[in-house]
């Protein structure tokens, strides 16, 4: 009966090693999501001649690579979906991102999934949901994206070389700084 009593109590002991395993497995894949979500939208190249794209002060689409900033991932409405990302600047720039957990409203109303979407961002300024001094329960997840000039050839004509890209996912978004998990990615763009 002893002998029962102590597998049995071993047993229910490894159920919240599994619980926890399961919880940061699900934060693995969705930190790994977002990093290829931005990856993926600042490689594409806006092409066509429609006056949605983003030109920023240059009138030249070709000059910016985008990240989406809002839920609505609408490509038609670029100029307020996304934000451009100069790489033709010879600096690091950095870009901060918020996720919130929201349900899509493009699927059938009785089941709509709840995915992560950036819901606010600021460009080169830390912003307070990042570094701590200004938390919000809302949030699931904060980004940053870096970029760094690495091997490039830059003139205001054209720009040639490699633009290193490094993305950090931080779990969970609502937690200090020092007790969020921070996953990093790093990738390269063409300018």
Do not use: C, H
């Not at 894949?29 to 806006?46: G, N, P, R, S, Y």
């Not at 033709?88 to 929201?102: D, G, P």
């Amino acid at each position: 009966m002893g002998v029962a009593a102590v597998a049995f109590t071993s047993i229910i002991a490894l159920f919240p090693l599994g619980l926890n395993l399961s919880k940061e497995s699900y934060e693995e894949t969705q930190a790994a999501m977002l990093a290829q979500t931005i990856l993926a939208d600042i490689k594409d190249q806006q092409v066509g001649s429609k006056n949605k794209r983003y030109t920023g002060g240059s009138n030249n689409p070709y000059s910016f690579k985008l990240i989406q900033v809002t839920g609505n991932v609408d490509p038609q409405i670029v100029s307020t979906n996304y934000i451009g990302v100069d790489l033709r600047t010879l600096t690091e720039q950095n870009v901060y991102l918020a996720y919130e957990a929201k349900e899509r409203t493009d699927t059938d109303p009785a089941g709509k999934p709840i995915m992560l979407r950036p819901s606010t961002y600021t460009s080169n300024s830390v912003p307070g949901w990042y570094d701590g001094s200004k938390l919000s329960n809302s949030l699931a997840a904060v980004a940053k994206v870096t970029f760094r000039p690495t091997f490039s050839i830059t003139t205001l004509a054209n720009t040639t070389g490699l633009e290193r890209v490094d993305i950090s996912i931080e779990t969970p978004g609502n937690a200090k700084p020092e007790n969020r998990r921070v996953r990093t990615y790093t990738g390269a763009v063409v300018p």
